[in-house]
C-alpha cells in the first residue's frame, strides 16, 4: 500500500497563487502516475494535472497554462504550483497514485483550496 498525504491549501484571493504538495510513503516502488483532481461542492471529482514517473505531464484545460505539475521522485513528492487562480479553481484537491497499476487508486485525505472574488 502507499500512503499519500497533501499540504498547502487555504484562501488566497482572485489571481494569487499557491502550491500543493503530495508525499508519498510506504511501497512507493509501485507507483507509476501520480496527478492532482479536485471535487467542488456538488459537483464530481475532476482531473486537474498528472505525471508520468518519467516526467509527461497532462493538464485539463481550465487550468492548463496556469498550473503547473512537477515531480521529485528523490522526496517521493508531487507538486501542483497555481498560479492565477480563479474562484471556479475552489475546490477540495486530492493526490492520486497509480498503485500497482494503471488507475488511480490510492488517494489523499484532500486539502481545501479557496479562491475568493
Known amino acids: 500500500q502507499v500512503q499519500l498525504v497533501e499540504s498547502g491549501g487555504g484562501l488566497v484571493q482572485a489571481g494569487g497563487s499557491l502550491r500543493l504538495s503530495c508525499a508519498a510513503s510506504?511501497?512507493?516502488?509501485?507507483?507509476?502516475?501520480m496527478g492532482w483532481y479536485r471535487q467542488a461542492p456538488g459537483k464530481q471529482r475532476e482531473l486537474v494535472a498528472t505525471i508520468t514517473t518519467g516526467g509527461s505531464t497532462n493538464y485539463a484545460d481550465s487550468v492548463r497554462s496556469r498550473f503547473t505539475i512537477s515531480r521529485d521522485n528523490t522526496r517521493n513528492t508531487v507538486y501542483l504550483q497555481m498560479y492565477s487562480l480563479r474562484p471556479e479553481d475552489t475546490a477540495v484537491y486530492y493526490c492520486?497514485?497509480?498503485?500497482?497499476?494503471?488507475?488511480?487508486?490510492?488517494w489523499g485525505q484532500g486539502t481545501q483550496v479557496t479562491v475568493s472574488s
Open positions: 510506504g511501497n512507493i516502488f509501485r507507483i507509476n502516475s
Open positions: 492520486g497514485a497509480q498503485y500497482n497499476g494503471l488507475v488511480f487508486n490510492s
